[in-house]
C-alpha cells in the first residue's frame, strides 16, 4: 500500500536551534521522509543553512516583523516570538497556490497515535494526510491539529475529537480566512479566538498526538527571547486585556497562568460541504512498539 503524504506544504518557524540535536520537529519529520521549509531570521540564516542545507530554509523578511500587530507598545524594541514568521509561512503558501497550509514549532519530539488507550510513535506521514482529509469534507472549519501528548492521559477517555478549543504548536490553517497571526506572546490562543469569536470551527484530534517539548527545557526559541527573562505575568494579561470575555488569571504553582473558557463555543456545529469530499483510501498505520526508542540520527 503506498504511503499517504499530506497535501499541503510544512512550515517550520525557529530561532538559534540550528543545532541537529535541538532541531526536533525537523528530525521527526525527516524519519517521515517529509519535505518542510525551516523559517528564519537572516542574522541565523548561514547556522541554520550549514546545518540542514539551502533547500531547508526560508529567511524571514524584515517586513514581517515592522509590520506584526504585538498587542502591545513595545514594537520591535523586544523579541516577538514566532508570530511573524508564522504571518510569512501563510503567505508563501498562498503564493505557491496553497489552500491550507501546516506550521510547526521547532521542539516536537515526535508524533504519535492513540488506539484503544494506548499511545503508539509513528513515522506514518499519513498522520498529517488523515487530519486533512476531514477538514476539507467542512465548509467552516478554518483551523485543525493533534493535542499534546501530556494532556492525553491513558487512563483518562477523550472523544476522538474536540470542537471549538484552541490549537496550538502544530497548527493546519485555512488560507482565506481573515486572520493573521498577532500578540508577542500566546499567538497560539490569540488567533484560535480570534477564529471562534468570528464563528468559525477549530478542530482538536485527541487520536493523534504530538510530543512537544516544553518550551523552556531547550536552549534557544521563545525560552532565550523573553520567558526566562519576563516570567510568564505578561504573556498571561495580554490574553486577558484581549479577551477578557473568557480569560481570566489565575496564580498556582508559584507563577501566573491563565483560564480560558471555551464553553460558548461549544455548540456551534460543523456543516458539510455540498460538493463531493476528497476520496479517502483504507489506511492502516504503521506504529512502532510503545518500548521502541526513537533513533537518534537520521540520514540526510
Not at 167 to 181: A, G, K, Q, T
Not at 252 to 277: G, L, M, T
Amino acid at each position: 500500500m503506498p504511503k499517504l503524504r499530506p497535501r499541503f506544504p510544512i512550515y517550520i518557524p525557529s530561532y538559534s536551534r540550528w543545532q541537529w540535536e535541538r532541531a526536533l520537529t525537523a528530525r521527526a519529520l525527516d524519519r517521515m521522509g517529509l519535505k518542510y521549509k525551516i523559517i528564519v531570521e537572516p542574522f541565523q540564516a548561514d547556522k541554520y543553512i550549514d546545518v540542514f542545507g539551502k533547500k531547508y530554509i526560508l529567511i524571514l523578511p524584515e517586513e514581517y516583523h515592522r509590520n506584526y500587530e504585538t498587542l502591545d507598545d513595545y514594537g520591535m524594541s523586544k523579541p516577538q516570538g514566532p508570530g511573524p514568521a508564522r504571518n510569512f509561512a501563510w503567505e508563501h503558501s498562498i503564493k505557491r497556490g496553497y489552500d491550507w497550509h501546516w506550521v510547526m514549532d521547532d521542539n516536537i519530539r515526535n508524533f504519535l497515535i492513540r488506539h484503544k488507550g494506548a499511545r503508539y510513535p509513528t513515522d506514518d506521514p499519513a498522520f498529517f494526510r488523515l487530519m486533512e482529509d476531514f477538514v476539507l469534507q467542512y465548509e467552516n472549519i478554518s483551523m485543525a491539529g493533534p493535542h499534546y501528548f501530556m494532556f492525553s492521559s491513558t487512563t483518562i477517555h477523550r472523544p476522538p475529537l474536540t470542537f471549538n478549543t484552541r490549537i496550538y504548536s502544530c497548527n493546519l490553517i485555512r488560507n482565506d480566512v481573515p486572520f493573521r497571526w498577532r500578540g508577542r506572546y500566546n499567538e497560539d490562543t490569540i488567533l484560535s479566538l480570534d477564529m471562534l469569536f468570528a464563528g468559525w470551527v477549530t478542530v482538536q484530534f485527541n487520536v493523534f498526538l504530538q510530543e512537544k517539548v516544553n518550551t523552556q527545557k531547550i536552549k534557544g526559541g521563545n525560552a532565550e527571547a523573553f520567558y526566562l527573562k519576563e516570567g510568564t505575568y505578561p504573556k498571561s494579561l495580554m490574553l486577558y486585556r484581549e479577551f477578557p470575555e473568557v480569560v481570566r488569571l489565575t496564580y498556582r504553582f508559584r507563577r501566573w497562568h491563565h483560564y480560558v473558557d471555551y464553553s460558548i463555543f461549544k455548540q456551534r456545529p460543523i456543516r458539510k460541504k455540498d460538493a463531493r469530499p476528497p476520496e479517502r483510501t483504507p489506511y492502516k498505520f504503521r506504529l512502532r512498539s510503545v518500548k521502541s526508542k526513537l533513533p537518534t540520527e537520521v540520514e540526510r
